[in-house]
């Protein structure tokens, strides 16, 4: 009797202690996922399979490619870019993503985001507008179904998910023409996206598969949602800010419609010589927990290669030669530790304890204690701000352009102060970004000088010295070193020019003025 007993203490305190365990461990999203943004910053395939292989390992099962020019469509040669895939290439991602457990979707943006394809004036009757080429005209419909059909049709082709990303987001220019000027009159700017939006969405269902979209203009006009299919799945994309900031957030979370979260890793206003990183954490912190307590199935970490603007190059008034994304960030291959981060955040039901990550990270990745761990994140954390039109961001209140040079410089320092005993390759690239937001933050010094109104010409001199010394510190052989096997050399080379033209065409012009 006394051995059952025990026998049974000992069941119920096994029994207590998995109840223990499980309580802490978060309630699995069904869909664990990343976005990857190929508009720029093609990666290599080896590249892309090791990525994937990285997410594997994570725990993550869904992965969002947004190939965008990238793609091999078969009945639409001009759309694919020099960097496309191959159909065969294509394949055998999917095939290999399948073959770890992890679900490709496919993105194809169907109606703003969509310069890629209305530059070319095979489909200038789709444009919304004859000089910005963002964005379908939502009244064009059978030609627009027409396109459409045909480009999923492809994608579902090479792709075996059971779900279509169609876009759908940040749709500036709705209501822009008279078409949908008139429209927007009789019915409002919901029922114009709603309508159209419909369309997409049916036509994805009525090719078998559930399509995907993001939230942001559903929920800026509830009446958008009206007859859309239940299939339907949202995505609610929130990089830190308030839950109504797009609209009612209570109108798409009581639609009855499958909600999936977005955090972001890299997204406005990261740029070249900028990243964000103690906000993306915090976005991390405060919004998977969040999204667990509103019911949403599953989470989506979407990582930006450029802002999704573009400027123009043309040729005559009604031609284009070409289109140059406005604002590039550092490639994905630089944030490995967010990417950790974000996998640590989904294992638990808490938020994620952003010191503690740190601090087990940098001593597991790089082998630093507690005190160089320190170091480490008061460096990548310092001198978050923005520079625009010669001023400093509003919420960096007196802070100067110089103190944040002299702010950059100490960040630089600290970096080369630690040695990381291992992965020092993956280390090397918080040096180069140190490297390149001191560069900038040097010559916006000079720039922002030559832009004051007591500027004096005797100041040329020392200025031609700071621009002379900026070139001469080349960084370029080091960004093509560490992104070498991430990025093809002709889009390494692009960003390098990229990087440093303000510095070149800075450095002919005060040049000149010299010798006048």
């Known amino acids: 009797m006394m051995m059952k007993k025990y026998v049974l203490i000992t069941v119920l305190l096994v029994f207590g202690c998995m109840l223990s365990l499980r309580a802490q461990q978060a309630p699995d999203f069904a869909v664990r996922g990343f976005h990857l943004d190929l508009r720029v910053q093609v990666m290599k ?190 995505i609610d994309w929130n990089y830190g800010w308030d839950v109504n900031m797009f609209g009612k957030h209570s109108n798409l979370l009581n639609a009855g419609y499958e909600i999936w979260g977005a955090p972001s890793l890299r997204s406005h206003p990261d740029n070249y010589f900028l ?89 597991r990745q790089y082998g630093f204690n507690a005190k160089e761990t320190v170091k480490f994140w008061d460096a990548l954390k310092a001198n978050p701000y923005e520079i625009n039109q010669g001023l400093v961001s509003a919420n960096a209140t007196g802070v100067t352009v110089t103190q944040m040079k002299d702010s950059a410089d100490w960040v630089l320092r600290q970096f080369k102060e630690l040695t990381p005993k291992k992965n020092k390759e993956e280390y090397a690239h918080y040096i180069l970004m140190s490297q390149i937001r001191l560069r900038y933050l040097k010559y916006m010094e000079v720039e922002m000088r030559l832009n004051a109104p007591d500027f004096s010409a005797t100041e040329l001199p020392k200025m031609k010295q700071v621009i002379k010394e900026l070139l001469a510190e080349n960084l370029d052989e080091t960004f093509k070193k560490l992104n070498t096997a991430w990025m093809y050399d002709a889009e390494i080379a692009q960003e390098n020019e990229l990087r440093n033209s303000k510095i070149v065409l800075l450095d002919a012009r005060i040049n000149r003025l010299g010798k006048q």
């Open 45 to 234: 395939m080896p590249a892309l399979k090791k990525f994937a292989k990285q997410l594997h390992d994570g725990g993550m099962n869904t992965l969002i490619m947004e190939w965008e020019a990238t793609y091999p469509f078969e009945n639409h040669p001009l759309i694919p870019n020099q960097f496309a895939y191959t159909r065969e290439e294509v394949k055998e991602f999917v095939d290999y993503c399948e073959k770890l457990g992890i679900d490709v979707i496919p993105l194809q943006q169907s109606f703003g985001h969509v310069e890629y394809i209305l530059r070319h004036y095979r489909y200038k009757n789709l444009r919304e507008d004859q000089k910005d080429y963002s964005q379908i005209n939502p009244l064009r419909e059978e030609e627009a179904k027409a396109l459409f059909k045909d480009l999923y049709t492809d994608m579902i082709s090479t792709h075996h998910s059971d779900y279509v990303h169609i876009g759908g987001d940040e749709t500036y220019l709705l209501g822009h023409s008279k078409e949908s000027q008139a429209k927007v009159a009789a019915v409002g700017k919901g029922r114009l996206y709603g309508d159209y939006i419909k369309l997409l969405c049916q036509l994805v269902v009525d090719l078998g598969k559930k399509p995907v979209l993001w939230a942001d203009i559903a929920m800026k006009y509830p009446d958008a949602l009206e007859g859309i299919p239940k299939e339907t799945v949202f």
């Open 275 to 363: 990243t964000q990183w103690e906000k993306h954490f915090k976005n991390i912190h405060d919004f998977i927990p969040q999204a667990r307590d509103f019911g949403y199935k599953g989470m989506i970490m979407t990582s930006w290669s450029t802002s999704g603007l573009y400027g123009s190059t043309w040729e005559s008034p009604k031609d284009l030669v070409d289109l140059y994304p406005i604002r590039r960030v550092y490639p994905l291959s630089g944030f490995n530790i967010l990417i950790a981060a974000y996998v640590e955040a989904l294992r638990s039901t808490k938020g994620l304890d952003i010191q503690a990550f740190i601090s087990n990270y940098a001593k």
